[in-house]
T-cell receptor, first 118, second 113 residues
Framework: DSGVTQTPKHLITATGQRVTLRCSPR?????VYWYQQSLDQGLQFLIQ???????AKGNILERFSAQQFPDLHSELNLSSLELGDSALYFC?????????????????FGPGTRLLVL | GIQVEQSPPDLILQEGANSTLRCNFS?????LQWFHQNPWGQLINLFY???GTKQNGRLSATTVATERYSLLYISSSQTTDSGVYFC???????????????FGEGTQLTVNP
């Protein structure tokens, strides 16, 4: 058990719908990351938050958004869902401290949310 | 961005055999992690190893940062070792890159009884 929790574990929905994935980081971790794993794109970084603020964006679609709340949990919102959004979505957390060239720590991954869009 | 290449893409072993998985990366890194993704999809941390050598039971890893590669050794393999092994790297924290991990394509390992 990594200490990172994600809900729900599985999600089945229809095209055009909107869903929210939730992540609780490990106790004490201030950085939260979202990754997407799909068959054709592999494991890709989507977005990072640090202590409530967006820190970096990867290949995240405009239909997707995320936020990190004061209690440090994070939510990933996926809207206008398409068949191609079906994937495994992982949340990870670390204690990474921002700052140019700063040391980076282990990222711990949650169990993932498996999304199926029909 | 940084490129990560893993080899071999597929590996089939008999139980008890040893194996070496390789990860090459194109730039200096501040973080390198090895993961095992089990058949249920869980990503399990194996090592955090931006440089040096570490061992954990039958697994060990070595990263030679100056030559930009890392190796994962699995000894006396067991059927439960089956799954996909990923190498992931991050460069130094950047203003726009944060500390994102870039993953390789993975090595699919099958251990037969």
């Amino acid at each position: 058990d990594s200490g990172v929790t994600q809900t729900p574990k599985h999600l089945i929905t229809a095209t055009g719908q909107r869903v929210t994935l939730r992540c609780s980081p490990r106790s004490g971790d201030l950085s939260v990351y979202w990754y997407q794993q799909s068959l054709d794109q592999g494991l890709q970084f989507l977005i990072q938050y640090y202590n409530g603020e967006e820190r970096a964006k990867g290949n995240i679609l405009e239909r997707f958004s995320a936020q990190q709340f004061p209690d440090l949990h994070s939510e990933l919102n996926l809207s206008s869902l398409e068949l191609g959004d079906s994937a495994l979505y992982f949340c990870a957390s670390s204690v990474s401290t921002p700052g140019w060239g700063s040391r980076q720590e282990t990222q711990y991954f949650g169990p993932g949310t498996r999304l199926l869009v029909l | 961005g940084i490129q990560v290449e893993q080899s071999p893409p597929d590996l089939i072993l008999q139980e008890g055999a040893n194996s070496t998985l390789r990860c090459n990366f194109s730039d200096s890194v501040n973080n390198l992690q090895w993961f095992h993704q089990n058949p249920w999809g869980q990503l399990i941390n194996l090592f955090y190893i931006p440089s040096g050598t570490k061992q954990n039971g039958r697994l060990s890893a070595t990263t030679v940062a100056t030559e930009r590669y890392s190796l994962l050794y699995i000894s006396s393999s067991q059927t439960t070792d089956s799954g996909v092994y990923f190498c992931a790297v991050a460069t130094k924290w950047g203003e726009t890159s944060g500390s994102r991990l870039t993953f390789g394509e993975g090595t699919q390992l099958t251990v037969n009884p």
